[in-house]
């Protein structure tokens, strides 16, 4: 099956007086149709500018190379006027920060009513009133068409990030790409955002890449899950299988970070963007850190298959699954494969 979204070796990088940062430093990943793909990972990471790397949101003082192929068109070749006949239409952004995302001098309607215009052919007021309604409805806003005359500042953290799905999904994306969506929410609202996102991809068969800081927000959402680190993705897989057998030291420290898994923080800071290290980029912060490490950098490595001799059932990996780590390099001896030292 063809996916939807197929990113290949993804570089952006930005001149700065520091010197150059790689916020995105190859990253490939593949999304299909209906699929809800997290990005997870600590701030700084690269999350955010890879999804704005994809609609081309980025400024123009960004360096981008590689691909992102959708629909069997690669993005990063079109101009900005091409681009835009994809916004919207077939790719929707889902931005950060409700509460600054919507123009707070403007009803929920007019803004909601603009987007639709945009996207359809029938712009008579009454028509796109009842798109509006139909919108929010579909999204489990309370009583939407009274949501309709309000302005932003009348409406909570979730009912605005509602509002902002439903703008996103004017032009029925194949596409949507939803940063941050339960940011600053509380314990209830962050529920109804879940619910909202769920609501999205099940009426509209898009595909989704959530990027979020919210592991529980990840875990109950996605279909598949990638952990970033320092511009890279350093761990790929099932959601299920990700949380359940975290296998790179950086997600096993991620999520060993979280209450219920021990709040045991990962030591040291993450590296400098600024930095190109010869070897991993995890190196400093990690235990089961090698001489090797330091001087070469680890590939992708498929854990197909991969086993450990004392304990088969803990270590299998699911179809799919990826590490960036020397400890899953399958051209190791048995003898020194250090996977039972990850797993004490």
């Known amino acids: 099956m063809v996916p939807l979204l197929q990113i290949q070796n993804v570089q952006a990088s930005f001149h700065t007086k520091e010197g150059i ?175 909202m996102m769920r609501s999205v991809a099940r009426h509209t068969g898009a595909g989704m890449l959530v990027i979020t800081h919210d592991l529980h927000v990840a875990e109950s959402l996605c279909d598949t899950i990638g952990v970033m680190y320092a511009g890279q993705i350093v761990e790929q897989g099932s959601t299920t299988e990700l949380f359940q057998k975290p296998k790179h030291p950086y997600t096993q420290g991620l999520l060993g970070s979280i209450p219920g898994r021990g709040m045991v923080p990962i030591p040291g800071a993450a590296s400098s963007l600024s930095e190109q290290s010869t070897g991993c980029s995890f190196y400093s912060r990690c235990k089961h850190r090698q001489i090797e490490c330091s001087l070469t950098k680890p590939e992708l490595y498929s854990l197909t298959g991969t086993t450990n001799q004392g304990d088969s059932d803990d270590l299998e990996a699911a179809e799919g699954s990826k590490a960036r780590c020397f400890l899953y390099d399958p051209s190791r001896q048995p003898e020194q494969n250090l996977l039972q030292r990850l797993a004490e």
């Open 21 to 195: 940062v790689h916020a995105v430093n190859g990253v490939s990943l593949d999304l299909h149709q209906g699929k809800i793909f997290g990005l997870i990972g600590e701030t700084g990471s690269g999350k955010s500018v890879l999804g704005l790397t994809i609609p081309g949101l980025l400024p123009d003082t960004a360096q981008v190379t590689g691909s992102i192929m959708f629909k069997g068109v690669d993005l990063l070749q079109l101009d900005q006027k091409s681009l835009r006949k994809w916004r919207g239409s077939e790719i929707a952004l889902i931005p950060q920060n409700p509460a600054t995302s919507l123009n707070p001098v403007l009803t929920i309607g007019y803004q909601l009513k603009e987007a639709i215009a945009r996207h359809r052919t029938d712009k008579r007021r009454k028509q796109l009133k009842e798109q509006a309604v139909e919108l929010l409805t579909n999204l489990n806003m309370p009583e939407p068409e009274q949501k309709l005359r309000s302005y932003p500042f009348q409406l909570s953290g979730g009912m605005k990030q509602r509002v902002l799905a439903a703008i996103g999904m004017c032009g029925n994306p194949s596409l949507v790409i939803a940063d941050e969506p339960t940011k600053g929410l509380d314990a209830m609202v962050r529920y109804q955002a879940v619910e």
